[in-house]
């Protein structure tokens, strides 16, 4: 459930200033451009996944300077899932093994370890995508501050008492 705003709050009258001090910490980046660490643009896969996630990330103002590790393990993750779905259609889902015994050569077929590690990194790809809100049912669970913007709507700034130096001093007692 989405938290009611302060003009919300001012409007229904169960404001309580004391209780509202959100500060909020704006990241000045250049152009709204974060850049990969280098592992990341080291790798191919790695770096077409950052690519395509990060500016949809970057453009709903979840992904910030701090969480870039976060949406770097993310990438990492979607890079050796990818090798290992390349190996299991390649090779297919279970490998023939050769051992050599005192008794001859036997040829016996095993399971292929790449579909086990393929369905080990799927389900680690969820739980990270989970935190950055990479899937829809995810998505709306993300809170993401609002800017605090200076051109702000007329009517929002008399809910909030802005323009009325009576409704301020309301609010202060």
């Not at 974060?34 to 077409?48: E, S, W």
């Amino acid at each position: 459930m989405k938290r009611k705003t302060t003009a919300l709050k001012k409007l229904q009258g169960t404001y309580q200033p004391y209780r509202d001090s959100k500060k909020r910490l704006q990241f000045a980046t250049a152009n709204g451009d974060i850049k990969p660490p280098a592992y990341i643009r080291a790798n191919k896969i790695a770096r077409a996944e950052w690519k395509a996630v990060a500016p949809h990330l970057i453009a709903e103002g979840i992904l910030k300077p701090t969480d870039v590790s976060l949406l770097a393990n993310y990438c990492t993750l979607y890079a050796r899932w990818r090798e290992a779905a390349l190996d299991v259609e390649t090779n297919g889902q279970t490998i023939i093994v050769t051992s050599t015994t005192r008794t001859g050569r036997t040829d016996k077929p095993v399971p292929n370890p790449s579909c086990r590690l393929e369905i080990l990194y799927s389900a680690a790809l969820v739980k990270v995508g989970t935190k950055l809100g990479l899937s829809p049912l995810d998505r709306g669970r993300i809170e993401v501050p609002d800017a605090e913007d200076d051109e702000r709507d007329p009517f929002d700034r008399f809910l909030d008492g802005d323009d009325d130096p009576e409704l301020e001093y309301l609010n202060k007692v």
